[in-house]
């Protein structure tokens, strides 16, 4: 369950991030630098390794939320899909990404949505599993949302899309703090589907923000709901010039 948000800016671009989980799942590590051979990336950690998001020093993002909608499920044992996003992490063409994915076995990996945003093509890219097929779908380069919820997807998608659409035509739409007070929003009411999510047993357990200028990447990330005041870890990693 989770609530993505994209803004696009003149050169780069802001994306939050809301992760919502049950009341009693492990709480994630904070964001490191991660070094691979021949990139650098930032991201949070689920305690066994996995991850949800994440960004690079060439300013990729990489996004995943599952897919509720799907109900298809792996035969055999599944296998984590917080590890494909840690496998991509150093990514920064489509193309390669598009290879990696398609050589992976799939076949163990409950249905997901993945989200790549590529700055220097100013590309968005979401792939989908299904259990049967993987397929790839374009997005333009402009402020939009993704949404999944395990309780009712297509109610917190209508719901958050109308506050959504709503949000956009305020004065600071676009801005970092719209972007905050777009995912600690209870609107209309406080429940499952407002942005910032609460039910008796489960919640908005995290919220994550990027921040892709020509310069650099910035990572922010702050555990618990975020219309709580909790503490901040803030990375950056240096952006070669293109």
């Not at 780069?12 to 919502?20: F, P």
């Not at 991660?34 to 950690?45: C, E, N, T, W």
């Not at 060439?58 to 509720?68: E, K, M, P, Q, T």
């Not at 739409?173 to 429940?191: E, F, I, K, Q, Y």
């Amino acid at each position: 369950m989770c609530t993505v948000t994209f803004v696009a800016r003149r050169r780069g671009y802001y994306l939050g991030m809301n992760r919502d989980e049950q009341r009693t799942r492990p709480i994630a590590l904070a964001p490191q630098v991660r070094r691979g051979k021949g990139s650098m990336a930032l991201f949070p950690a689920e305690p066994g390794g996995g991850t949800w998001i994440s960004v690079n020093h060439r300013g990729v993002v990489f996004a995943l939320i599952n897919w509720y909608a799907v109900r298809a499920r792996p035969i055999r044992g599944a296998s984590s899909r917080g590890s494909l996003v840690v496998g991509l992490s150093g990514m920064g063409l489509v193309e390669e990404v598009e290879e990696e994915l398609r050589s992976r076995p799939l076949g163990r990996i409950k249905p997901f949505r993945l989200i790549g945003f590529f700055p220097k093509t100013t590309e968005i890219v979401e792939w989908r599993w299904d259990q049967q097929n993987l397929t790839s779908h374009r997005h333009p380069w402009q402020c939009q949302q993704w949404i999944s919820s395990g309780l009712d997807e297509p109610a917190a998608q209508r719901v958050r899309g109308q506050i959504f659409l709503a949000a956009q035509k305020q004065k600071s739409a676009g801005t970092l703090d719209w972007l905050r007070r777009l995912h600690r929003s209870h609107r209309p009411v406080m429940g499952p589907c407002s942005h910032c999510m609460h039910r008796s047993d489960a919640q908005t357990v995290s919220y994550t923000e990027v921040v892709v200028s020509p310069g650099q990447a910035i990572m922010r990330y702050q555990a618990g709901s975020p219309c709580q005041d909790g503490a901040v870890t803030e990375l950056g990693l240096p952006r070669p010039a293109e």
